[in-house]
């Protein structure tokens, strides 16, 4: 057993998804990138919840909403100590990262951007970072601009730092890439579009999971992830916005919790951070989003690296050793994320094969079809590794890859 193994050694246990089998075999879960399985720990306070204090929130004066209310609020101030953000009214709950990066979008977008303004992207972004920037463009008539990446699958930073200018009002770009696992340098991005006047946000989906953020030293302005990534529930996720940003913009949606009073004539907007969270919220989501956050800290960010560092350099030597194999993307720094293709095999064949051998990946465009574009492919086949994957993983995934070239010789 290695040294990753030992030191993270209960925490299969934890994952009761893991205690199934798939087609009769041993089940190998290489697909977090897409969704983290979920501890116990997180499963039971979405329960617990439900059992005991299923309320609305803000609204009521009985006990179960005051419950409900103060784990909610708790939950948020877990976010913010886990962001490091300045103030608890500066993490808005959206529904996950796409939300919060089109609420920024229409937002921000309403109060800062206008025809011939530019927004800086780059071509490792998910779908999510790109479509909602195309939405604004046809909006206001703004121009995207692309930073493009190299052939490692890094930002190329020449061309980054080229594309900015005084037109340029936002940069977006992820901190962590979902197709190739480049982690990009987000501090020195940011202080470059800072220095071109430019505002930041970060698409922190693939990171919060597996690194620390700190916002207060990265400054961005905005950033956002999802819950169902970090190991807590689907359908909850999260917009931080520097304070003085969000004071500035308008909400975007219209209903309940985000006003203080409406007449037919005129409606007051609510405080942060409820002017953007209309309408009942995923507070079972939140609250579990909470847990989970507790959850990675308790296991600390320090651990984790430690072990997907070596799962991910015994994956990539063991996926190497497979003739036939091609890596897309070598990036210079990556997390757990290995996008690769069999030659002769399509990646969707491929994944249909190893899931009967038990292994989960994902095959696809991975959201992110300009980079597909950039490496000439439709399609990779993609294994992503978490805190309760393992070298049996990996032994997994190798001998279902050859038996998939034995299928298709
Ligand atoms: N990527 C993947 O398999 P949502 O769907 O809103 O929770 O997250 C969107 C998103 C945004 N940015 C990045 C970098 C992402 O990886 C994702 C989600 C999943 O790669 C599902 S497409």
Not at 208 to 220: F, H, K, M, S
Not at 253 to 269: A, N, Q, R
Request: net charge negative.
């Amino acid at each position: 057993m290695s040294k990753a193994d030992t030191t993270l050694l209960d925490v299969r246990a934890q994952f009761p998804c893991l205690d199934q089998k798939v087609h009769g075999k041993r089940l190998a879960y290489l697909d977090s990138a897409a969704t983290a399985l979920k501890p116990v720990y997180v499963i039971d306070a979405v329960a617990h919840h439900y059992t005991n204090e299923s309320a609305n929130i803000h609204r009521g004066v009985h006990h179960l909403s005051e419950k409900a209310t103060a784990a909610f609020e708790a939950a948020r101030e877990t976010v913010r100590a886990h962001l490091n953000a300045a103030h608890a009214h500066e993490v808005i709950f959206t529904s996950g990262t796409t939300d919060s990066i089109n609420l920024v979008a229409q937002s921000f977008g309403q109060l800062e951007i206008g025809k011939g303004d530019e927004i800086l992207v780059t071509e490792m972004e998910h779908h999510s970072n790109i479509v909602p920037w195309q939405l604004l463009r046809e909006r206001t008539g703004a121009v995207l601009r692309v930073a493009p990446i190299t052939d490692n699958g890094d930002v190329d930073r020449e061309a980054f730092r080229a594309a900015l200018n005084e037109r340029t009002k936002l940069v977006a770009f992820t901190a962590v890439s979902n197709a190739l696992g480049t982690v990009n340098p987000v501090a020195e991005l940011t202080r470059e579009a800072h220095a071109a006047g430019a505002s930041v946000l970060v698409d922190a989906a693939q990171a919060v999971p597996v690194q620390p953020i700190d916002v207060q030293a990265l400054d961005c302005d905005f950033l956002a992830f999802s819950g169902h990534k970090v190991f807590g529930p689907t359908g909850i996720g999260v917009l931080y916005g520097k304070e003085g940003l969000l004071e500035a913009m308008p909400p975007v949606k219209g209903g309940g919790d985000m006003i203080l009073s409406v007449t037919f004539e005129k409606t007051t907007y609510n405080a942060l951070p409820h002017k953007f969270e209309a309408g009942t919220a995923h507070i079972a989501g939140a609250i579990g989003l909470g847990r989970a956050l507790e959850f990675v800290r308790g296991l600390g960010y320090g651990a984790i690296e430690a072990h997907e560092a070596t799962l991910l350099a015994d994956a990539l030597n063991a996926l190497q050793s497979i003739d036939g194999l091609k890596l897309v993307g070598t990036p210079a720094n990556r997390k757990g994320i290995i996008s690769f293709l069999i030659d002769g095999i399509h990646p969707h064949d491929l994944g249909t094969i190893l899931d009967q051998e038990g292994v989960a990946v994902r095959a696809g465009h991975h959201c992110a079809q300009p980079v597909m574009q950039h490496y000439g492919v439709a399609a990779t086949a993609r294994a992503s590794f978490s805190i309760y994957n393992n070298h049996d993983d990996i032994d997994q995934l190798v001998a279902a890859i050859r038996k998939a070239q034995e299928i298709f010789r």
